[in-house]
T-cell receptor, first 114, second 113 residues
Framework: SQELEQSPQSLIVQEGKNLTINCTSSKTLYGLYWYKQKYGEGLIFLMMLQKGGEEKSHEKITAKLDEKKQQSSLHITASQPSHAGIYLCGADPYSGGGADGLTFGKGTHLIIQP | ETGVTQSPTHLIKTRGQQVTLRCSSQSGHNTVSWYQQALGQGPQFIFQYYREEENGRGNFPPRFSGLQFPNYSSELNVNALELDDSALYLC????????????FGPGTRLTVT
């Protein structure tokens, strides 16, 4: 079965600083999804990556998938208090999936210090 | 457009009891997936319902069962509750079983004592 490892487990960053969260898969990724979760709440979809070398950006968040499709990074530029939360990466276990759900990492807890 | 809603928000049950959690999918979505998220862990896939049929299942025992209704809302039933069932239960809806377009509800926090 596919496993996703996220690093770091937690991160405390001063407001305005940049940060990077990593997600490493034990198998080739057919689809890699980034979600954000406020503690005890539902997940908010951020981005999906499918192609090796793909990079997507939304506002101050950029996600990349490496060429070998086994590692993804999420980079936040000029962090703000609204960026605080738990960031989860999820993998689609099969190409064109859906019925098998997503496999998630354990999440990275991000705290923004004013 | 109405988002995904779940009820109840919180629930406390005793070991051995049965529980039913409810999910209303986003308007126009015919697929509902359920996930269990234990404290400090990522969500784990329980099962998916598509057009009222179970369409896929994760590694959960049969005492976890579900239903999907003609209006595409869904229920998650858990029998013979165990302490380890304490978790946040999330449902996600999508238009067809397309994982990329999943929209998650706020979750139901279940505590088993």
């Amino acid at each position: 079965s596919q496993e996703l490892e996220q690093s770091p487990q937690s991160l405390i960053v001063q407001e305005g600083k940049n940060l990077t969260i990593n997600c490493t898969s034990s198998k080739t990724l057919y689809g890699l999804y980034w979600y954000k979760q406020k503690y005890g709440e539902g997940l908010i979809f951020l981005m999906m990556l499918q192609k090796g070398g793909e990079e997507k950006s939304h506002e101050k968040i950029t996600a990349k998938l490496d060429e070998k499709k086994q590692q993804s990074s999420l980079h936040i530029t000029a962090s703000q208090p609204s960026h605080a939360g738990i960031y989860l990466c999820g993998a689609d276990p099969y190409s064109g999936g859906g019925a098998d759900g997503l496999t998630f990492g354990k999440g990275t807890h991000l705290i923004i210090q004013p | 457009e109405t988002g995904v809603t779940q009820s109840p928000t919180h629930l406390i049950k005793t070991r051995g009891q049965q529980v039913t959690l409810r999910c209303s999918s986003q308007s126009g979505h015919n697929t509902v997936s359920w996930y269990q998220q234990a404290l400090g862990q990522g969500p784990q896939f329980i099962f998916q319902y598509y057009r009222e049929e179970e369409n896929g299942r994760g590694n959960f025992p049969p005492r976890f069962s579900g239903l999907q209704f003609p209006n595409y809302s869904s229920e998650l039933n858990v029998n013979a509750l165990e302490l380890d069932d304490s978790a946040l239960y999330l449902c996600a809806s999508s238009f067809e079983p397309m994982v990329a377009e999943q929209y998650f509800g706020p979750g139901t926090r279940l505590t088993v004592t």
